[in-house]
Nanobody
Framework: QVQLVESGGGLVQSGGSLRLSCAASGFTLAYHDIGWFRQAPGKEREGVSYISSSDGSTIYADSVKGRFTISRDNAKNTVYLQMNYLKPEDTAVYYC?????????????????YGQGTQVTVSS
């Protein structure tokens, strides 16, 4: 069964940290560019971070640059999002997804595979 499963969300105080995981099954994550996205209530989905399958290059939204780090462990078929110095405005449901191109990530578009999301809530 092909699926992506996010985990690691939760409730954290402002300034705290969380590490999200995006585990793939049924396909090889290493062959795909991966994006992390988030969607807060009443807001549009936005791309948070992106990692390339070809050279491991990464991109971050300006709002998270310097605080979030995306990485991948191909042996574990998993992509991570380390989130530090969390702020209340980071509160959202976070999703991981394959993305066909970096442009699709900028536009907030998923590729063929995406997860159900994990809730991140940051209290002030």
């Amino acid at each position: 069964q092909v699926q992506l499963v996010e985990s690691g969300g939760g409730l954290v105080q402002s300034g705290g940290s969380l590490r999200l995981s995006c585990a793939a099954s049924g396909f090889t994550l290493a062959y795909h560019d991966i994006g992390w996205f988030r969607q807060a209530p009443g807001k549009e989905r936005e791309g948070v971070s992106y990692i390339s399958s070809s050279d491991g290059s990464t991109i971050y939204a300006d709002s998270v640059k310097g605080r979030f780090t995306i990485s991948r462990d191909n042996a574990k078929n998993t992509v991570y999002l380390q989130m530090n110095y969390l702020k209340p405005e980071d509160t959202a449901v976070y999703y991981c997804a394959t993305v066909p191109t970096v442009t699709s990530w900028y536009l907030g578009y998923y590729g063929d595979y995406y997860g159900q999301g994990t809730q991140v809530t940051v209290s002030s």
